[in-house]
């Protein structure tokens, strides 16, 4: 039987390749690491697109529910806006353009109770516009800010937080 002996420099070299293949090793485990770490990521990431996808009905009824919160507040402001600017009652030209502004039309209307419940335009303003209309006018205005933010705000995203749980 031979059997070989190894010089100490033989030695060194044969525990430096040793080293580099454990290294490599190592450096292929940390790639599989990462990977499974991007997998875990995308499943988080495939359950919120499920949950976005599955709130679309409720978001969809959350516009109807508004569409008709919105118009059944402006009908009301755009007549007595209307009614207001064809009347005598007008003396102050510059608040006769705000109430056209935002009261002249349905959609103008819509629009501005639209940027008042968003955060768009102070709802302040829309209501001192509604107040030169006539007071009746700026209660209703404070009424739908009061309406939407506590009432309607508030159980839409209870339902959409119970939806996306689900």
Same mark, same amino acid.
């Given at each position: 039987? /031979?059997?070989? +002996?190894?010089?100490?420099?033989?030695?060194?070299?044969?525990?430096?390749?040793?080293?580099?293949?454990?290294?490599?090793?190592?450096?292929?485990?940390?790639?599989? *690491?990462?990977?499974?770490? /991007?997998?875990?990521?995308?499943? +988080?990431?495939?359950?919120?697109?499920?949950?976005?996808?599955?709130? $679309?009905?409720?978001?969809? @009824?959350?516009?109807?529910?508004?569409?008709?919160?919105? &118009? &059944? #507040? %402006?009908?009301?402001?755009? +007549?007595? /806006? &209307?009614?207001? *600017?064809?009347?005598?009652?007008?003396? =102050?030209? %510059?608040? =006769?353009?705000?109430?056209?502004?935002? $009261?002249?039309?349905? $959609?103008?209307?819509?629009?501005?109770? #639209?940027? !008042?419940?968003?955060?768009?335009?102070? @709802?302040?303003?829309? %209501? $001192?516009?509604?107040?030169?209309?006539?007071? %009746?006018?700026?209660?209703?205005?404070?009424?739908?800010?009061?309406?939407?933010?506590?009432?309607?705000?508030?159980?839409?995203?209870?339902?959409?937080?119970?939806? !996306?749980?689900?």
């Amino acid at each position: 039987v /031979a059997i070989t +002996q190894m010089t100490e420099s033989e030695a060194k070299v044969s525990s430096s390749w040793m080293f580099l293949g454990k290294l490599a090793r190592v450096l292929k485990m940390a790639k599989v *690491l990462r990977f499974v770490r /991007a997998v875990r990521f995308l499943g +988080q990431v495939r359950q919120m697109v499920m949950m976005i996808i599955r709130s $679309f009905m409720s978001l969809f @009824w959350l516009l109807v529910v508004l569409v008709i919160l919105l &118009t &059944t #507040f %402006a009908v009301v402001l755009t +007549q007595g /806006a &209307t009614e207001h *600017l064809s009347s005598a009652d007008s003396i =102050d030209p %510059a608040m =006769d353009e705000d109430v056209h502004r935002d $009261f002249g039309d349905l $959609f103008k209307s819509m629009y501005s109770l #639209f940027k !008042a419940m968003t955060g768009g335009q102070s @709802w302040g303003e829309i %209501a $001192f516009v509604a107040l030169y209309v006539g007071p %009746a006018y700026f209660s209703l205005v404070c009424l739908f800010i009061f309406f939407t933010t506590f009432s309607v705000v508030n159980i839409v995203t209870g339902v959409f937080v119970d939806s !996306a749980i689900q």
